[in-house]
């Protein structure tokens, strides 16, 4: 299937973003989680600025790889295939019948934990403690969807 080019360049552009996004979530990830993080971890925060920025930037980049891979490159898939951008969840419901995404439950569950992860952490350690240990297990999820949807773009060759 042939696509204009301009369509050709964004998903190109869009390729190196999540790329470079899914390096930097994974690195920050193993920062932030190794050797251990606990809720006594989470509680040393105010004391602790090294420890509050790696937070700040998992919960940042974990946010805008999904925003990125969600809001902007699925969108960018779909039309390459012919098809109308819809509603956030109809294109989760394509991504996961093309087999780009595990599930459209599992991908708004991290959407509502991106969300916990950035509202209310400042107001209840053991909210963050718990949101950014699932954050954790879900980083996986995202760099295989990154994969899957790059991998879809260079078998097209698009």
């Known amino acids: 299937m042939s696509?204009?080019?301009k369509l050709r360049?964004?998903?190109?552009f869009l390729v190196r973003v999540v790329e470079r996004e899914s390096r930097h979530l994974s690195t920050t990830?193993?920062?932030?989680f190794t050797p251990g993080f606990d809720l006594e971890t989470i509680k040393s925060l105010e004391q602790n600025a090294e420890l509050a920025e790696?937070?700040?930037a998992f919960v940042a980049r974990f946010g805008r790889l999904q925003d990125t891979l969600g809001d902007k490159l699925l969108p960018a898939i779909l039309a390459a295939l012919g098809e109308k951008s819809g509603a956030f969840i109809d294109n989760l419901d394509r991504a996961e019948r093309l087999g780009w995404i595990e599930s459209v439950d599992e991908w708004m569950t991290m959407r509502?934990?991106?969300?916990?992860?950035?509202?209310?952490?400042v107001e209840d350690p053991v909210v963050l403690s718990n949101a950014?240990?699932?954050?954790?297990?879900?980083?996986?999820?995202?760099?295989?969807?990154?994969r899957r949807m790059?991998?879809?773009?260079?078998?097209?060759?698009w």
């Open 3 to 5: 696509i204009d080019e």
């Open 9 to 12: 360049h964004r998903l190109q």
């Open 29 to 32: 990830d193993t920062r932030l």
């Open 54 to 56: 790696r937070v700040e």
């Open 112 to 121: 509502k934990l991106r969300n916990q992860m950035v509202h209310d952490y």
């Open 132 to 146: 950014l240990q699932s954050g954790h297990v879900f980083v996986g999820v995202l760099v295989k969807t990154a």
């Open 150 to 157: 790059t991998s879809e773009i260079e078998r097209r060759e």
